[in-house]
């Protein structure tokens, strides 16, 4: 892995393990084994494989395959924002 100066901040990465917390309040569920496919390159991968980088204003998870953003989540006082354009889809297994 490229560790440049230039390469994206990858110290300040984690992976979507890091978030689970945070993606069970929003989704009501544990979603770090949830697959996502990344709508810029059409790779899975699990959320909690993902490239989070929480150092942003809110957080961002990256596709781990070619590091397109797959989703932003922002938290005010009164809402939380999420923006998944970057994801084709997201899948999670049906509850009973
Ligand atoms: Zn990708």
Known sequence: METDEGDMNTAL??????????????????????????????????MGALMVFTQAPGVVLRC???QAVIARIVETPTAIYLEARGAAFLRMAAQP
Not at 16 to 24: E, H, M, R, T
Not at 36 to 44: F, G, Q
């Open 13 to 46: 990465m984690v992976d979507g393990n890091a978030i689970a917390g945070q993606l069970q309040q929003i989704f009501g569920r544990d979603m770090t084994m949830a697959m996502a496919r990344c709508a810029a390159c059409a790779r899975e991968a699990e």
């Open 64 to 66: 781990p395959a070619c």
